[in-house]
């Protein structure tokens, strides 16, 4: 190469671009050397040919990337003459190098090469031979496995059964316990054990369904169980409406048992009281007490009563099942509606207070109205009171407060108009005493009764008024009965009979001998007695207000001022200004009535011993007794005295028995008149205001004067008129008297006639004679 490079010239680019040639690789270089020269450029970079589009005529105008081998490329075309011959001439000097190179190569290694073929020759025989062999013996192994492939298969086959029945039989483990649960289920929905079957629903859907999720009859069971929770809910709803019906019809029954506890409650505890308290019996006159063994014969008493009722007595949970409210109750709670639930019960039981706090219209006619009312109200109380403790918020302690408050005002507002029906005063204490009871049974049970007891003093005040309005009737009663005469008696037996009703004292009338009379008359023992009643009957009405001592105290001495100060007085009033009272009457009762007003004392000490509240307290009422009255019945008696004289006196001067009456006469009758009128200017009784007493005798006077003064003239031209001087004087009274003197006048003054003034006197008397007779007939016409 060498060589041949000096014989063709060497250039030195020529060698650098054959070095390139055999070191680049040929399908990169065969490419290049089939285009033609004048349009290829190869470029080598990084070892890579691209081949790329060029001519002469562009000159130096390409591609960037092609500017650094053009200059390499043109130098074997441009860098001397013929340099693309010797070019040629060079590459095929290299060829012919090569050639040989890869001839002594070959040579080299021709005897290996023939030396291998000669040994695969021998070898082919022995191959065939053992082709055959490997042929034969793989047919026998193959004839002796078809057994051993059989059994293997029989083995296959059942190891797949096996797995099979142990994939089945683990399936139907995990499928087994969902079943039974499943099972338990339809078998506590069948027994309606419900809050059971919830849990057992969310055991299946935590622990079981997700376990066979990919089972048909898993997605089954799935969808079919919200299917049973709206059943359940359904069915436990209605069995919490038949329990709300059932505790509506049981509601008398509750009530009355709870209150029936109150009332022993109440006995027992007040028997423990009275053991060391004073007790009096409505017999027992002054300071009696209740022996100590009658107090352990009550107490003993209380004791085996409540021994024998307790038995008796139901409790509420005995009366009402109320396993409805509690499953309803949890059921809904396990279902997450809990609140709808509550919600539903409270509306539900708001509908039927409203119900039980209606009363009926005729409730107040007799006590077994009221104690129904009162029995159904404590009876949904108790429930809701048991509710409340039991569940654990279905009815909270702000709920019920809300309830009773409402349902305090509206038992109040009727109580209020029920009793103000009342008149009898009988039917006002049981009602009392069953207020009392119905407070004292809720108070029990936590709910506040003082509006109750503030209600208690309203109808105290009505219970007081209605026994006044009896007291009135029983005085009336007993005045009407009295004869207005002292009383007589004519032994010792008699006196004490009298003594023992009425604390009178006298040491005069004792040392006087049989027969001898009380001074006062038959009716007042009676009344005294009869006082005394009216204290019991109020003191009835005090007990069991939760009222201190000082406080009945003040209630009896108060009403018992109302009896002495205005019932009886009114009555005593009302009987003096009855006509068949005459002045000897007036004098009795004038007596009776000392008699009564000096006992009050007694009647103080009377109620002191009851409520052992001593009458030195500094807000202890005294009685005012018949203080008041004596000044009226005093003045009432004059007054009537006065009148009645009054009356006497006009009846005589217009008596038809009395035919004539002369001028002396009228003059006489007129200083007797001045006497009656001296007597009433004097004030015989304190208290009458001005000259009061004097107009009993006004028509008289009038009258009087007319005939002293002979005013006709002024009496006939005033009359009628407000201010007229004669106003009282009637006109048929006046032609009356007129008339009597005219007769007289003519019968006994037979000279009369020869006398000018007698003349004149007569004359005028005859005119205002046919005056008044014309006066009165006109007014006669007029009415």
């Known amino acids: 190469m060498a060589e041949n490079g000096e014989g063709l010239g060497t250039v030195p680019e020529h060698e650098r671009i054959l070095q390139e040639i055999e070191s680049t690789d040929t399908a990169c270089v065969g490419p290049t050397l089939r285009l033609p020269l004048e349009c290829v450029c190869v470029v080598w970079h990084d070892f890579h040919v691209l081949p790329t589009y060029w001519s002469p005529e562009e000159g130096a105008a390409g591609s960037p990337q092609q500017l650094g081998d053009e200059c390499t490329l043109r130098s074997v075309y441009d860098d001397q003459p013929n340099a693309h011959k010797k070019f040629m001439e060079k590459l095929d000097a290299c060829i012919r190098n090569h050639d040989k190179e890869i001839e002594k190569m070959c040579n080299f290694h021709h005897q290996g090469f023939v030396d291998a073929i000669t040994e695969l020759l021998k070898v082919r025989t022995d191959a065939e031979k053992l082709k055959v062999q490997v042929t034969d013996t793989n047919r026998k192994f193959q004839d002796a496995g078809k057994e051993v492939i059989v059994q293997t298969e029989d083995i296959i086959r059942c190891r797949i059964q096996q797995r099979n029945i142990t994939t089945v039989v683990e399936k139907l483990q995990l499928c087994l316990p969902v079943l039974e649960m499943y099972s338990k289920l339809k078998e506590q929905m069948s027994a309606k054990r419900y809050y059971s079957a919830l849990k057992t629903m969310e055991q299946l859907e935590n622990v079981y369904f997700p376990r066979v999720s990919q089972y048909r009859f898993c997605q089954l069971m799935i969808e079919n169980l919200p299917k049973l929770r709206e059943d359940i809910k359904e069915i436990s709803m209605s069995d919490l409406k038949d329990f709300l019906e059932s505790i509506r019809k049981h509601s008398d029954k509750i009530g009355e048992t709870a209150m029936k506890q109150a009332q022993q409650q109440k006995t027992f505890s007040v028997a423990l009281q009275k053991q060391n308290r004073v007790q009096f019996g409505k017999n027992m006159h002054f300071n009696g007490r209740i022996p100590e063994e009658r107090n352990e014969v009550e107490l003993k008493r209380a004791f085996e009563e409540e021994d024998e009722n307790e038995e008796e007595v139901l409790t509420v949970q005995d009366l009402v099942d109320f396993s409805p409210v509690y499953r309803c109750l949890h059921i809904y709670s396990v279902l997450g509606d809990e609140e709808t639930f509550e919600n539903y019960y409270r509306k539900q039981r708001k509908k039927q207070a409203r119900l039980v706090l209606q009363p009926q219209s005729n409730m107040h006619e007799t006590v077994d109205g009221y104690r129904r009312y009162f029995t159904q109200i404590v009876g949904f109380f108790v429930v809701e009171d048991h509710i409340l403790h039991v569940t654990q918020g279905l009815v909270t302690r702000a709920y019920t407060d809300e309830l009773w408050n409402m349902a305090l005002s509206k038992i109040i507002a009727v109580l209020r108009a029920h009793s103000s029906y009342c008149t009898d005063p009988d039917l006002v204490l049981e009602l009392k005493n069953l207020i009392v009871l119905f407070a004292d049974t809720l108070q029990g049970y936590g709910f506040p009764v003082n509006r109750l007891f503030d209600l208690l003093f309203e109808i105290r005040d009505q219970y007081n008024e209605t026994l006044l309005k009896k007291w009135a009737g029983v005085f009336r009663d007993i005045f009407e009965e009295d004869n207005y005469s002292p009383i007589p008696i004519v032994n010792e037996e008699e006196y004490k009979v009298v003594i023992s009703?009425?604390?009178?004292?006298?040491?005069?009338?004792?040392?006087?001998?049989?027969?001898?009379?009380?001074?006062?008359?038959?009716?007042?023992?009676?009344?005294?007695?009869?006082?005394?009643?009216?204290?019991?009957?109020?003191?009835?009405?005090?007990?069991?207000?939760?009222?201190?001592?000082?406080?009945?105290?003040?209630?009896?001495?108060?009403?018992?001022?109302?009896?002495?100060?205005?019932?009886?007085?009114?009555?005593?009033?009302?009987?003096?200004?009855?006509?068949?009272?005459?002045?000897?009457?007036?004098?009795?009762?004038?007596?009776?009535?000392?008699?009564?007003?000096?006992?009050?004392?007694?009647?103080?000490?009377?109620?002191?011993?009851?409520?052992?509240?001593?009458?030195?307290?500094?807000?202890?009422?005294?009685?005012?007794?018949?203080?008041?009255?004596?000044?009226?019945?005093?003045?009432?008696?004059?007054?009537?005295?006065?009148?009645?004289?009054?009356?006497?006196?006009?009846?005589?001067?217009?008596?038809?028995?009395?035919?004539?009456?002369?001028?002396?006469?009228?003059?006489?009758?007129?200083?007797?008149?001045?006497?009656?009128?001296?007597?009433?200017?004097?004030?015989?009784?304190?208290?009458?205001?001005?000259?009061?007493?004097?107009?009993?005798?006004?028509?008289?006077?009038?009258?009087?004067?007319?005939?002293?003064?002979?005013?006709?003239?002024?009496?006939?031209?005033?009359?009628?008129?407000?201010?007229?001087?004669?106003?009282?004087?009637?006109?048929?009274?006046?032609?009356?008297?007129?008339?009597?003197?005219?007769?007289?006048?003519?019968?006994?003054?037979?000279?009369?006639?020869?006398?000018?003034?007698?003349?004149?006197?007569?004359?005028?008397?005859?005119?205002?004679?046919?005056?008044?007779?014309?006066l009165v007939n006109g007014m006669s016409q007029h009415t």
């Open 501 to 774: 009703k009425f604390p009178f004292q006298d040491p005069d009338l004792e040392k006087q001998s049989f027969p001898k009379k009380f001074p006062m008359s038959q009716s007042v023992p009676h009344i005294y007695i009869q006082v005394k009643e009216f204290i019991y009957a109020s003191l009835k009405f005090s007990e069991s207000l939760h009222r201190s001592s000082t406080e009945i105290d003040d209630m009896l001495r108060k009403s018992t001022n109302l009896l002495l100060t205005r019932t009886l007085s009114s009555c005593l009033l009302n009987l003096i200004r009855k006509p068949h009272i005459g002045l000897t009457e007036l004098v009795q009762i004038i007596i009776n009535t000392t008699h009564l007003e000096q006992a009050c004392r007694y009647l103080e000490d009377f109620i002191t011993n009851i409520t052992n509240i001593s009458q030195e307290t500094v807000h202890t009422t005294r009685l005012y007794g018949l203080s008041t009255f004596k000044g009226k019945v005093a003045q009432t008696a004059c007054m009537s005295a006065c009148q009645h004289l009054s009356t006497s006196l006009m009846q005589m001067l217009l008596d038809s028995e009395l035919k004539q009456i002369s001028m002396g006469a009228v003059q006489q009758f007129n200083l007797d008149v001045i006497q009656c009128e001296l007597f009433a200017s004097s004030e015989p009784v304190p208290g009458f205001q001005g000259d009061t007493l004097q107009l009993a005798f006004i028509d008289l006077r009038q009258l009087l004067d007319l005939f002293m003064v002979w005013d006709w003239s002024t009496y006939l031209a005033d009359y009628g008129q407000p201010a007229s001087k004669y106003l009282r004087v009637n006109p048929n009274t006046a032609l009356t008297l007129l008339e009597k003197m005219k007769d007289t006048s003519k019968k006994n003054n037979i000279f009369a006639q020869f006398r000018k003034n007698d003349r004149d006197k007569q004359k005028l008397i005859e005119t205002v004679v046919k005056q008044l007779r014309s």
